[in-house]
């Protein structure tokens, strides 16, 4: 069992398109925001909130102790256009095998097929492995969740496996879940590519 404790808290990170920022109560009128631009609920295989369920959404994400959850806000060259498009977090926090998982990640529609996924990660994996000298993180995803497991892999991940009728979903759908993980060892040429991929 990890002692809370010792979790190294990530109080805010800025890379080249984005800033993390701990997620707070306040930030329901934001989170609704970012998963209306493209209805995001209507999306089967993605986990996130909807216009019912956000207050609770935020309530659950910050009673987990062993998660380090955040909000992604774009930057801007106009701070007052500056603005939240998603949230992700750091969670599962295994600290005495040295383990966690980088997961409940939505972007906004407006979001995709930018650096922004990419920035958010960098900094995450950064977090992990340099500041809390983590060992390896991990990623799971919906196996049907193309979109999502290419983003994976394009990160440096490798597929551990597929954990099949992992869960059963709220429709009472089955879901297969692709496992990935990142290794301390791999971190090194993984920051590179992804920085060269920003041009930082």
Not at 31 to 39: E, F, M, N, T, Y
Not at 62 to 73: A, T, W
Not at 163 to 187: M, N, Q
Request: charge should be positive; glycine fraction near 4%.
């Amino acid at each position: 069992m990890s002692d809370v404790s010792q979790i190294v808290p990530l109080r805010r990170a800025a890379g080249r398109f984005v800033r993390l920022e701990p997620l707070r109560a306040d930030h329901q009128d934001d989170i609704l925001k970012a998963v209306s631009d493209g209805q995001l609920w209507n999306h089967y295989f993605l986990s996130v909130p909807n216009p019912q369920t956000v207050a609770s959404w935020i309530r659950a994400a910050l009673d987990d102790p062993l998660s380090i959850p955040l909000v992604i806000r774009r930057l801007s060259d106009q701070p007052a256009q500056e603005c939240i498009v998603g949230s992700t977090r750091l969670f599962a926090i295994d600290l005495p095998n040295k383990r966690a998982e980088i997961g409940h990640t939505f972007l906004s529609e407006s979001a995709w097929r930018t650096g922004i996924n990419t920035d958010t990660k960098l900094l995450l994996l950064e977090h992990a492995f340099e500041v809390m000298g983590l060992n390896a993180v991990e990623f799971r995803t919906h196996s049907h969740n193309q979109r999502s497991r290419d983003a994976i892999l394009r990160l440096g991940a490798s597929l551990d496996g597929i954990l099949r009728h992992h869960r059963i979903l709220p429709d009472g759908a089955l879901r297969d879940t692709c496992v990935y993980s990142i290794l301390k060892s791999e971190w090194p040429g993984i920051r590179i590519r992804l920085q060269d991929r920003l041009h930082l």
